[in-house]
């Protein structure tokens, strides 16, 4: 089984759209029961709090249901339990190595290191734009399973 964990800073925004970007594409393939995906927050500000409403109505539009999520933190023992811990941008790496304790296994990837357009994921809480964290978000992850693939994983 793969397990990705997605990361960004209050969970409700960059990160479960991720997560539930990953979970329609690998469901779509048939590969489900290879995955184990989820998502988790940097700081503790949203813990608890359900996914950002224009990111719900977006994944809803594309029949994607996150109506069940809700925000937690991501724990040391996360770099133990996943075999991918994707951040959505060089803030969130870097606070998720701080967690982790380091990436001494090289578990810690930027999501958009599987694209042609390395860099960060953008951030809609502050920039409105969810339709470029949309884009960013489907390229990251396209980019990560045909990466799993290129490696035989699944």
């Known amino acids: 089984m793969i397990k990705i964990l997605f990361v960004c800073h209050g969970n409700i ?18 590969l489900e029961d290879l995955f184990e995906i989820a998502s988790a927050a940097t700081s ?3 813990i608890g709090q359900p996914v950002y409403p224009p990111v ?17 933190h991501m724990e040391r023992r996360d770099y133990k339990d996943y075999d991918y811990l994707i951040g959505m941008d ?7 190595e701080r967690i982790c304790g380091g ?22 809480w502050y920039t409105g734009d969810f339709e470029t964290t949309w884009q960013d978000v489907q390229a ?7 990466h799993l693939r290129s490696r035989g994983l699944c």
């Not at 925004?13 to 048939?30: N, T, W």
């Not at 060089?90 to 998720?96: E, F, K, T």
């Not at 090289?106 to 960060?120: Q, R």
């Open 140 to 146: 990251g992850c396209l980019g990560l399973l045909q």
């Open 90 to 96: 060089s803030w969130n790496l870097r606070n998720m």
């Open 44 to 46: 503790y500000e949203e």
């Open 13 to 30: 925004c960059r990160s479960p759209m991720a997560e539930f970007v990953m979970k329609d594409l690998v469901r779509r393939e048939g």
């Open 103 to 124: 990436d001494p296994e090289g578990k810690i990837y930027s999501l958009l290191s599987f694209t042609a357009m390395p860099g960060d994921v953008a951030d809609p």
């Open 56 to 72: 719900r109505r977006l994944l809803q539009g594309e029949g994607i249901d996150c109506s069940r999520k809700r925000a937690v």
